[in-house]
C-alpha cells in the first residue's frame, strides 16, 4: 500500500520551504510531505503529468499550501485549475503568500481558495502560523472522502 500525501508545498522560496518544512515536522503535523518549486511542477504533480506521470492520480494530497508568486505558472493559475477540476475541487487549498495586494486575495477567493495567509516575516510568528494551518486543515477540518 503506498502512503497518502499529506502536504503538497507548493514553494520556490528556500527559506520559506526550509521554515515550513521545520514547523510542521517540530509539530508532528504530517510524516508525508511532498515539496516543488514552481507552478508547471505544482500541476504535473497534482494531475499526474510530465515527471509524475507514473503517480497514481488517486493519491492526492490531503493540503496543498500555495505560494502565488510562483515561476512558470503563478499560484492564481495553479488555484483556478485546482477548483475547477472535479477530481481536484475538494482538496483544500492554503494560498500562503507575502502578497498584501487586495487583488489577490479577492481573485483567489473567486477561484476557490479554502484559506489565504500573508506569510508573517518573523520566524516565530512564521511557526505560528504554520502549526496553526496544519492542526485545523489536517487534524480539526472534516473533510469527505473522495
Same mark, same amino acid.
Given at each position: 500500500m503506498t502512503q497518502t500525501i499529506e502536504i503538497l508545498l507548493v514553494e520556490d522560496n528556500p527559506n520559506d520551504v526550509e521554515l515550513t518544512l521545520h514547523a510542521l515536522k517540530e509539530n508532528n503535523l504530517t510524516n508525508i510531505i511532498e515539496v516543488v518549486r514552481d507552478g508547471e511542477e505544482a500541476l504535473d504533480f497534482i494531475f499526474a503529468t510530465g515527471p509524475y506521470s507514473h503517480?497514481?492520480?488517486?493519491?492526492?494530497?490531503?493540503?496543498?499550501?500555495?505560494?502565488?508568486?510562483?515561476?512558470?505558472?503563478?499560484?492564481?493559475e495553479v488555484l483556478k485549475r485546482v477548483k475547477s477540476n472535479p477530481i481536484t475541487r475538494m482538496i483544500p487549498v492554503v494560498v500562503m503568500?507575502?502578497?498584501? %495586494? %487586495?487583488?489577490?486575495?479577492? %481573485?483567489?477567493?473567486?477561484?476557490?481558495v479554502n484559506s489565504y495567509i500573508v506569510k508573517p516575516v518573523d520566524f516565530e510568528r512564521f511557526t505560528e502560523a504554520v502549526r496553526n494551518l496544519g492542526l485545523y486543515w489536517l487534524l480539526l477540518n472534516e473533510a469527505p472522502s473522495n
Open positions: 503517480r497514481s492520480r488517486e493519491r492526492r494530497p490531503k493540503l496543498i499550501l500555495l505560494d502565488l508568486k510562483l515561476p512558470k505558472v503563478d499560484g492564481l503568500t507575502s502578497s498584501r %495586494e %487586495e487583488r489577490d486575495l479577492v %481573485e483567489s477567493y473567486q477561484l476557490g
